[in-house]
């Protein structure tokens, strides 16, 4: 099982990005998708979740920019990132709770992470 995050860039303040994270593998089930974010020299953050049915929740200092969706036909999560400022300037992380198929059964794989993807909004 592979997370995959992509869309990070370079962008001024005010600006916009659209982030990706691809869930693929023998998945059974994607519950709960998550990103999160690690700033420099600072702890990796929590900043939005999406459930399967598509409640969403937000850090208070995303919340009104940024905005989590989620397409289950395609096992894959983003982040809509808008108003950016220079503080959201981070590596961002896609995190996933799922099932997978092993051998003749399934697996609970909670918390599975996948690599990051850089954003960094310039003043």
């Known amino acids: 099982v592979q997370l995959q995050a992509s869309g990070g860039g370079l962008v001024q303040t005010g600006g916009s990005l659209r982030l990706s994270c691809a869930a693929s593998g023998s998945i059974f089930r994607l519950d709960d998708m998550k990103w999160y974010r690690q700033r420099p020299g600072m702890q990796r953050d929590w900043v939005a979740t999406?459930?399967?049915?598509?409640?969403?929740g937000y850090a208070d200092s995303v919340k009104g920019r940024f905005t989590i969706s989620r397409d289950n036909t395609k096992n894959t999560v983003y982040l809509h990132a808008n108003s950016l400022k220079p503080e959201d300037t981070a590596v961002y992380y896609c995190?996933?709770?799922?099932?997978?198929?092993?051998?003749?059964?399934?697996?609970?794989?909670?918390?599975?992470w996948g690599r990051g993807t850089q954003v960094t909004v310039s003043s």
């Open positions: 995190n996933a709770d799922l099932t997978v198929v092993a051998g003749t059964g399934l697996k609970r794989m909670s918390g599975t």
């Open positions: 999406i459930t399967p049915g598509g409640i969403t």
